[in-house]
């Protein structure tokens, strides 16, 4: 076989990323707190796609309270290498994501966003750590990352003032 048809097959197979939480379902499956306000709604900036909108009240004495938690409609993610989605804060500001693997050890990741457009987001499982501001009593800690069975994934704003982001589908990519 020649070499210029092995590039062109292989090119040919993309593989599909895991949808973690899409936002197609509305709010089905997506929770937060009472003042954290959830809708589903288009942009212009991703097309073809329902995002999630969240308005966010200033932080509180409550650390989860801007929390914003997605139960995942695929739960073993074991098949990618990265979670990925583009995220639009109105202002310039950080977002956390976190999710609980199969031994019980919540892991967190801190992105830093511009602000006013589109930013792709992409976590890769190699570069997360153990949350260190908690983790669960029952967590195995010291045990390897293990993304086989990943319940929901959550995320927050974490900047000092209200605000409003939007959030397209959270993937696993290869």
């Given at each position: 076989?020649?070499?210029?048809a092995v590039v062109l097959a292989a090119a040919s197979f993309v593989q599909p990323a895991l949808v973690i939480h899409s936002f197609d379902g509305a709010l089905g499956g997506v929770r937060a707190a009472p003042d954290v306000r959830l809708s589903v709604g288009r942009d212009a900036g991703v097309s073809n796609e329902t995002v999630l909108i969240v308005d966010y009240p200033a932080p509180t004495g409550n650390p989860a309270g801007r929390d914003v938690q997605c139960d995942a409609q695929a739960t073993?993610?074991?098949g990618g290498r990265a979670i990925a989605f583009r995220v639009k804060s109105a202002q310039p500001s950080?977002?956390?994501v976190s999710f609980i693997d199969r031994n019980r050890?919540?892991?967190t990741s801190w992105?830093?966003?511009?602000?006013g457009e589109w930013e792709q987001v992409r976590i890769p499982f190699e570069t997360l750590r153990p949350n260190p501001y908690f983790q669960p009593?029952?967590?195995k800690m010291g045990a390897p990352i293990d993304v086989s069975d990943v319940k929901f994934i959550a995320f927050a704003p974490q900047?000092?003032?209200a605000g409003r982001l939007q959030i397209s589908a959270l993937t696993v990519s290869p």
């Open positions: 076989m020649r070499l210029d073993d993610w074991s950080r977002i956390s050890v919540v892991y992105t830093d966003l511009k602000g009593p029952d967590a900047d000092a003032a």
